[in-house]
């Protein structure tokens, strides 16, 4: 099926480990997101990538990177885990501005 | 930049009554604005998007909402609420900038 696929959907991690989270679009999306969705809080932007070849900062960076592969992945790395990185995650494409987001089904991490 | 705010993080009808979810928002240019909807476990889901075309816009599974420059509000309605209704609602806005800001998100219980 078409869409924004990631990957892996739950993950447990020890403070001071390292993962990615993948994210991979079969829409031709020029721009890709990274949030984070905390009760209460919404949707905060980590990273976003307007295009190939480019990332930026978005609201929350601190404390994770990003790399945008090709057009159609984008990946998320945290470095060293804490506990504040407990969360899930969201990858996102979009075509335009004016364009709703199309979602990925999210990973739910938890640091301990 | 641009912001918004939905009024009650927790919204309670009854089968068959009116869904009043409410979005204010803040921006400095035309906004784009959107709501999405989300259910457990699942990523967000586009509803319906006001891109000036037209003030009353219609989405799916029978919502629409009212663009009001003059309030600055987007406020999302159904006439009749359905059991399948139950969901997590979010309110955004986006600027051209590849800037998207989400609600705190309202929760839609719908009662028997």
């Known amino acids: 099926n078409a869409g924004v696929t990631q990957t892996p959907k739950f993950q447990v991690l020890k403070t001071g480990q390292s993962m990615t989270l993948q994210c991979a679009q079969d829409?031709?999306?020029?721009?890709m997101y990274w949030y984070r969705q905390d009760p209460g809080m919404g949707l905060r932007l980590i990273y976003y990538s307007a295009s190939e070849g480019t990332t930026d900062k978005g609201e929350v960076p601190n404390g994770y990177n990003v790399s945008r592969l090709n057009k159609r992945e984008f990946s998320l790395r945290l470095e060293s885990a804490a506990p504040s990185q407990t969360s899930v995650y969201f990858c996102?494409?979009?075509?335009?501005?004016?364009?709703?987001?199309?979602f990925g089904s999210g990973t739910r991490l938890t640091v301990v | 930049a641009q912001s918004v705010t939905q009024l009650g993080s927790h919204v309670s009808v009854s089968e068959g009554a009116l869904v009043l979810l409410r979005c204010n928002y803040s921006s400095s240019v035309p906004p784009y604005l959107f709501w999405y909807v989300q259910y457990p476990n699942q990523g967000l889901q586009l509803l319906l998007k006001?891109?000036?075309?037209?003030?009353l816009v219609k989405g799916i599974n029978g919502f629409e909402a009212e663009f009001k420059k003059s309030e600055t509000s987007f406020h999302l309605t159904k006439p009749s609420a359905h059991m399948s209704d139950a969901a997590e609602y979010f309110c955004a806005v986006s600027d051209r900038n590849n800037d998207m800001r989400f609600g705190a998100g309202t929760r839609l219980t719908v009662k028997p």
């Open positions: 996102a494409g979009q075509d335009g501005f004016n364009y709703g987001y199309t």
């Open positions: 006001y891109t000036s075309a037209a003030t």
């Open positions: 829409m031709n999306h020029n721009s």
